[in-house]
């Protein structure tokens, strides 16, 4: 029983942002240690917002759809990918293009190029840039 409480003491502590060096203190809790032991930001959404401007570097997991600039002539871009090959949309009043690519390829929608860093099935790291 005192091991399953320490077990959760240390997990909620973890997943909190605490720390845990392994040791317990008097009583079995854990104690914290300089050493700082952090959960994964692995599931964080990207900041879609630093792409506003077309310049960015941009990892997804899923299809994003984010606003841009309108000097570009678009207001939005969506996203969305697979494990072959990469599908941008830009739209705006009146107005839609897009391009698709594949792995070590690049594409421009109205002026804002993107190009593939690298694909899975699961994430893609694209980097968005003003085409000049």
């Known amino acids: ?3 399953t409480t320490a077990a959760l003491l240390v997990l909620a502590s973890l997943l909190s942002g605490g720390t845990v060096n392994g040791g317990t203190a008097a009583g079995g809790t854990p104690q914290a240690s300089p050493e700082r032991v952090r959960v ?3 599931t964080a959404a990207p900041n879609l917002r630093a792409c506003y ?3 960015c570097k941009l990892t997804i997991r899923k299809t994003v759809r984010f606003r ?3 000097r570009f002539g678009v207001t939005r871009l969506s996203i969305s990918f ?3 090959f990469i599908r941008v949309k830009g739209t705006g009043p ?3 293009g897009q391009t698709m690519f594949g792995m070590g390829g690049s594409g421009t929608v109205n002026g804002i190029k993107v190009r593939l860093v690298s694909l899975s099935g ?10 000049r």
């Open 94 to 96: 009146g107005v839609s």
């Open 122 to 131: 699961s994430k893609a790291v694209l980097r968005l840039s003003t085409k």
């Open 40 to 42: 994964s930001a692995q």
């Open 82 to 84: 697979t494990s072959n």
């Open 68 to 70: 841009v600039n309108p």
């Open 1 to 3: 029983m005192a091991q």
């Open 53 to 55: 401007d077309g310049n």
